[in-house]
């Protein structure tokens, strides 16, 4: 497994569901996807989105 950080490829908006997925060794579509239908759900998904934009290193 790699370090969690935002890959330069494979991005939609910041990188952060890519950077999940390429971590757990998961299709970055199905994250994707995931992301998506959690934002349905109540909870603060969007603001741990942006976070992880802010916290997270782009990938060397």
């Known amino acids: ?3 969690l950080a935002r890959p330069r490829h ?3 908006i910041a990188g952060v569901c890519a ?3 390429e971590r757990f060794g998961l299709a970055p579509r199905t994250v994707r996807i995931l992301f998506l ?6 909870g603060p998904q ?3 989105y942006l976070a992880l934009w802010l916290l ?3 990938e060397a």
Do not use: D, F, T, Y
């Not at 239908?37 to 109540?42: A, F, G, K, Y």
């Open 1 to 3: 497994m790699s370090s």
């Open 10 to 12: 494979n991005r939609v």
């Open 19 to 21: 950077g999940i997925a």
């Open 37 to 42: 239908v959690s934002c349905l759900l109540p």
């Open 46 to 48: 969007c603001l741990l």
């Open 56 to 58: 997270l290193p782009q």
